[in-house]
């Protein structure tokens, strides 16, 4: 649809920008479902935009090559009818090899793993138990996550 959405996201940053004081190392983007998958194509298309990424319940593998190494958290429940748990592991199994990740992860929060990254670009996996679902305690999880990464 003519990026419309893609659009709307430059307009946005632009009005934010000329009116409020941003800061530019500190903008992130989030979503849920529809809103995961685009986040996924802001990081492909407006990744330098950002300091780090944390879809939930979304896959883009058309996108895995035009990803590059930045922090990110993915967000899945284990029992999603909707984004198939195999496509998202798949996903996020990508974006752990784009980010050098390590393959073992210690402890972050409940539900939560953080994988090191030899770049910088650390990936934390919150795999909870429900279903299609953003479930409310991952928003400390994603805060937490944001306040440690900053644009570099």
């Known amino acids: 649809m003519n990026d419309r959405d893609l ?3 430059d307009s946005m940053l632009t009005k934010f920008e000329t009116d409020y004081k941003v800061d530019k190392k500190r903008i992130y983007a989030t979503g849920h479902s529809n809103g995961g998958s685009f986040t996924y194509i802001l990081w492909a298309v ?3 935009v950002f300091a780090a990424f944390a879809p939930s319940s979304a ?8 990803l590059k190494p930045k922090p990110a958290l993915h967000i899945i429940g284990d029992t999603d009818p909707l984004v198939k ?15 050098n990740c390590s ?3 210690e402890a972050y929060a ?8 030899t770049s910088g670009t650390p990936f934390v996996l919150y795999e ?7 479930p409310q305690e991952a928003n400390e999880v994603v805060i ?6 900053t644009q570099k």
């Not at 896959?59 to 035009?66: D, E, F, S, T, V």
């Not at 909870?128 to 953003?134: A, C, I, L, M, T």
């Open 85 to 99: 748990p195999a496509w998202q592991k798949l996903m996020y199994n990508n974006v752990m090899r784009i980010n």
């Open 46 to 48: 407006r990744g330098n």
């Open 103 to 105: 393959k073992t992860g």
């Open 7 to 9: 659009k709307f996201f």
């Open 128 to 134: 909870h138990p429900g279903g299609h679902v953003y």
């Open 144 to 149: 937490r996550f944001f306040k440690s990464c």
């Open 59 to 66: 896959a883009a593998l058309k996108l895995i090559g035009q």
């Open 110 to 117: 409940k539900y939560a793993t953080l994988y090191p990254s």
